[in-house]
T-cell receptor, first 112, second 117 residues
């Protein structure tokens, strides 16, 4: 029972363009959402988060959008850089769920 | 100075052996976790400790036993290793219980790749 879903296993974009990574969730108890970035042979690194009381959070080139009615969030990276090439995991937590629930990840490749 | 460190990074062992993976965090966090990343790359919670108290114990074989000597350490001991235990195991910590309202992020170690042969 996948409560957090990332339906695109991979995404390829050109350097300088926008990367959009999507995530859907099913559990209405989730109220905090996070994106992690992972390079090979390293642990996931926290990137950006958003609380359910907001619909947008921005940090430099990274913006996360939350659509609660659709139970959907997305991560926008603009402009994309080759160093952004990694696997991006969407994660969620909420009252009563005392750990992060992760999606399966999307591999982003930014072409120079 | 690594925030969450786990050792060893790689572990190759034979079926039936007993092994331990150690984890330490120097962030002063109250909560620590063990996650397993399987061959399909899913990251799944195994255990969580808050101030040395076990708060999450997912459906994990009882051959896996976490031990938290203090709130900065959470070790994972695995008995009678099986081929299916091969995976990458990640330790993580967070400042507070992730179930609390408001949310917080978790910080991860570099992972331990366990290969059972």
């Amino acid at each position: 029972d996948q409560q957090v879903k990332q339906n695109s296993p991979s995404l390829s974009v050109q350097e300088g363009r926008i990367s959009i990574l999507n995530c859907d969730y099913t559990n209405s108890m989730f109220d905090y959402f996070l994106w992690y970035k992972k390079y090979p042979a390293e642990g996931p690194t926290f990137l950006i988060s958003i609380s359910s009381i907001k619909d947008k959070n921005e940090d430099g080139r990274f913006t996360v959008f939350l659509n609660k009615s659709a139970k959907h969030l997305s991560l926008h990276i603009v402009p994309s850089q080759p160093g952004d090439s990694a696997v991006y995991f969407c994660a969620a937590s909420g009252t009563g769920r005392r750990a992060l629930t992760f999606g399966s990840g999307t591999r982003l490749q930014v072409q120079p | 100075d690594t925030a969450v460190s786990q050792t060893p990074k790689y572990l190759v062992t034979q079926m039936g052996n007993d092994k331990s993976i150690k984890c330490e965090q120097n962030l002063g966090h109250d909560t620590m976790y063990w996650y397993k990343q399987d061959s399909k790359k899913f990251l799944k919670i195994m255990f969580s400790y808050n101030n040395k108290e076990l708060i999450i114990n997912e459906t994990v074989p009882n051959r896996f036993s976490p031990k938290s000597p203090d709130k900065a350490h959470l070790n994972l001991h695995i008995n009678s290793l099986e081929l299916g235990d091969s995976a990458v195991y990640f330790c993580a910590s967070s400042q507070s219980d992730l179930g609390e309202q408001g949310g917080t992020e978790a910080f991860f170690g570099q992972g331990t790749r366990l290969t059972v042969v």
